[in-house]
């Protein structure tokens, strides 16, 4: 099974579920990782202190409003961990949800007021769930003023954290790759081109939407916004690193991955009608029309 | 906002969350909602009896297993209401099951065996949860035989009925459609690309991609897998129709209905696109190099 590079990228990303545990063996746990992962990396550029404010660089277009910004704050800390909502019985993940990702939820593009953020960290349910969201927040200094109004739509795509929606959009990449039916479907799509002239210009195009693709494709896999417990550092330019944040933001990372999980299937699609145009171009060339359409009626028959 | 056909087309199909009502109340609504559709739609060609069986055709590829045929199967009939797994308070949905949507999960491609539906159903947590589902079943004719294996491998897609993996579908064409930055992508993929004589041929690249993703979306939007409480009447080919079922039952009507989505955002970035090289190319007509070059970095400008 050959997944796209983009899901391969997120797998990388450690926003795999934390495993049953009390919370502070959980926290510990998460710390060891942090203290792992900076060894075997090289020391970021960034110190912690440029690190805590650099929200409001242009990368991330949207600055952290001034009274989220806060000498307390440590963006790596574990905030909590979240049950997931899509698993089914004994695979019931926990995802980690940092200090970072409740800081990326309370600003633009989302701005989640402290209601829909407590039904995000699946808070709501719980006795007194509104005040001790409130205090746990407080206590890491980010303090939710009254009255606060959510600013994008609510959808079904903003109970996910960030941990589930990438890992929703990898199941997503998966299905596309092995069981989106791409070999019929050009098939099906290439039959009524099967002239050799046509074939040619067919080729061609096949050719050309398959490269406008891979450049699109492409281009959402180099994005960098920060990601669960992750803070990986631009390649693209601040411009269009700003757009696809953006994206990222407002669908918790689900977006681009899941149009390039999508992208799978086109370009599996354009690969085998790519396939079908070679095969039909070579054998039309040493057969008269009449073989020719006994090819494609061959063809026809196996679809079917 | 102009959300692509094929969302449209699954908002038009009925699979709104049904009222927080009772199970009498809820079953009388559904009762009454399909008495009063079967009055303004054309009679149905085929008989009541006729349909019972017809999972076997052709058209869904997969026969039902003989255990599951029974003569008190009702496939329009409710199963039962599920919560919604992706609602935030206030907006706690409940997705209407239909007797033929258990049927489905129970078939193959995915072969749920009773503890995978019963997680799906929301019934896992309840005392006997699983006899009592089994008692349910059993009683409308669908007798599951002890030791079921599921078929297919769980996903977090697995855990969602058809409701709402399609409102999750119509929520992310929402955000392709709105928040993708599509004009930024464009003017990014497009500026390597701007000399006049270049311009003319990622010009016809650009129509050519737009040509083959349509097709593709097109065939998307033919499919005619039942869903929900839906069974419209196939237009495809059995042979095309058969695979592009396939996929829909593996991931419960969210596949095709997402790759759409993802394809609104191509799309519009494809648009964007060729909105760039007509106004270069009709601009550049008129210009010394020099001069293209300074509309080339105005526009580089106005990029970051």
Request: glycine residues 6%.
């Amino acid at each position: 099974m050959s997944l796209c590079p983009f899901i391969y990228f997120f797998l990388s990303r450690d926003l795999s579920a934390a495993p049953r545990t009390g919370a502070w063996q959980t926290t510990a746990l998460f710390r060891v990782r942090c203290r792992t992962k900076s060894l075997s990396r090289p020391p970021p550029a960034q110190s912690r202190a440029a690190r805590r404010f650099s929200l409001s660089s242009p990368v991330l277009k949207y600055p952290l409003p001034s009274s989220h910004r806060s000498h307390f704050l440590n963006e790596e800390q574990l905030f909590c961990s979240v049950p997931g909502r899509l698993s089914l019985l004994s695979s019931t993940s926990k995802y980690k949800v940092t200090v970072a990702e409740v800081q990326r939820r309370l600003s633009p593009p989302e701005c989640l007021n402290a209601s829909l953020l407590g039904g995000v960290l699946r808070r709501a349910k719980s006795k007194n769930g509104g005040r001790s969201l409130r205090e746990k927040l407080d206590k890491i200094g980010l303090n939710l003023p009254a009255g606060r109004r959510k600013a994008a739509n609510v959808t079904l795509l903003t109970s996910l954290v960030e941990g589930e929606a990438v890992h929703l959009a990898r199941d997503f990449g998966y299905v596309c790759e092995t069981e989106f039916p791409s070999k019929a479907v050009a098939e099906y799509l290439t039959r009524p081109h099967m002239g050799r002239n046509e074939m040619a210009n067919r080729k061609n195009m096949l050719l050309a939407a398959k490269q406008i693709c891979k450049e699109f494709t492409d281009l959402l896999t180099q994005d960098r916004t920060p990601l669960g417990n992750t803070r990986p550092s631009p390649i693209l330019d601040p411009g269009i690193q700003g757009c696809l944040t953006h994206f990222s933001l407002i669908t918790h990372g689900f977006g681009s991955a899941a149009i390039c999980a999508a992208m799978t299937s086109v370009q599996n699609y354009l690969n085998e009608a790519l396939k079908i145009a070679d095969k039909t171009y070579m054998n039309t060339g040493d057969q008269s029309p009449a073989e020719t359409n006994k090819t494609i009626d061959k063809m026809d028959k196996h679809r079917k």
